[in-house]
């Protein structure tokens, strides 16, 4: 069974940073390309990063490329994103998101950027 756990969600001052971690067990990690999703308040869900499986190719949406990271460690089973220089327009619900294997959502953890 697939399952994915986010955490290090948290409330940050802006110019913060965070690392959120996404765990992944069920399949075979390796072998898949995993991304990161948002979801702020009245929004639709927007995608922010993708890695593929080897971690050769990243993608970030323009919003936030420049100032977050997505890697891997496939020998964890996890996935990061790294976010930098957070602003209040950051803060939503972020989620990871297997690509592959019919996709699955983790639960997601609250990024809160707020002075």
């Known amino acids: 069974q697939v399952q994915l756990v986010e955490s290090g969600g948290d409330l940050v001052q802006p110019g913060g940073s965070l690392r959120l971690s996404c765990a992944a067990s069920?399949?075979?990690?390796?072998?898949?390309?995993m991304s990161w999703y948002r979801q702020a308040p009245g929004k639709e869900r927007e995608l922010v990063a993708t890695?593929?499986?080897?971690?050769?190719?990243?993608n970030y949406a323009d919003s936030v490329e420049g100032r977050f990271a997505i890697s891997r460690d496939n020998f964890k089973n996890t996935v990061y994103l790294q976010m930098n220089s957070l602003k209040p327009e950051d803060t939503a619900v972020y989620y990871c998101?297997?690509?592959?294997?019919?996709?699955?959502w983790g639960q997601g953890t609250q990024v809160t950027v707020s002075s």
């Open positions: 998101y297997l690509r592959g294997f019919g996709g699955s």
């Open positions: 890695i593929s499986a080897t971690s050769r190719i990243t």
């Open positions: 069920g399949f075979t990690f390796s072998t898949y390309a």
